[in-house]
């Protein structure tokens, strides 16, 4: 299967600061998806990038397939961006989704 | 244009129980996947469906099993129910190597 290692698996952010989190793939993938989970579980899409630059507001996210990494930006930090950003990776159009262990991330007032 | 919904939302079975978890796809999408996401880990492929046939799964006891509809709506049944069965089921839609979109799943408690 693909291995998928997302970090930092923990950060905290002062309400107004920039991250950045980072998830690596460890084979070619023709889809990849971020997905930020709240606090009450629900799932919801952020970007589909297999490859390239996308953003939306203030989030944009960066796939570079051929060096099998992917970066997901966020700034100006908000309380309600907080909860676990997962990244999840498939090889192709008839296999399975391998989802990273996810950041959690916590930002404060 | 609806998105995915799960039924129910929660749920609490007891060990050897079996249950069905039921999931309506998005309009216009005709591949169903389910999940399922124990407490602080990420969601593990349990398996996928396309024109109503199993076309992918992972490394899950036959004990789960799933059917699609010819409407692209779903169920998965789990059998004889173990305590570790414990988690969150999510399902999610897509149409064929498209983005997958999620329901908010059902949270299912083994007493």
């Known amino acids: 299967g693909i291995q998928v290692e997302q970090s930092p698996p923990d950060l905290i952010l002062q309400e107004g600061a920039n991250s950045t989190l980072r998830c690596n793939f460890s084979d070619s993938v023709n889809n990849l998806q971020w997905f930020h989970q709240n606090p009450w579980g629900q799932l919801i899409n952020l970007f589909y990038?297999?490859?390239g630059t996308k953003q939306n507001g203030r989030l944009s996210a960066t796939t570079v397939a051929t060096e099998r990494y992917s970066l997901l930006y966020i700034s100006s930090s908000q309380t309600t961006d907080s909860g676990v950003y997962f990244c999840?990776?498939?090889?192709?159009?008839?296999?399975?989704?391998?989802f990273g262990s996810g950041t959690k991330l916590n930002v404060k007032p | 244009e609806t998105g995915v919904t799960q039924s129910p939302t929660h749920l609490i079975k007891t060990r050897g129980q079996q249950v069905t978890l039921r999931c309506s796809s998005q309009s216009g999408h005709n591949t169903v996947s389910w999940y399922q996401q124990a407490l602080g880990q990420g969601p593990q492929f349990i398996f996928q469906y396309y024109r109503e046939e199993e076309n992918g799964r992972g490394n899950f006891p036959p004990r789960f099993s799933g059917l699609q509809f010819p409407n692209y709506s779903s169920e998965l049944n789990v059998n004889a129910l173990e305590l570790d069965d414990s988690a969150l089921y999510l399902c999610?839609?897509?149409?064929?190597?498209?983005?997958?979109?999620f329901g908010d799943g059902t949270r299912l408690s083994i007493l």
């Open positions: 999840a990776v498939r090889r192709d159009d008839f296999n399975k989704f391998y």
């Open positions: 999610a839609s897509s149409l064929t190597g498209g983005p997958q979109h």
């Open positions: 990038i297999p490859s």
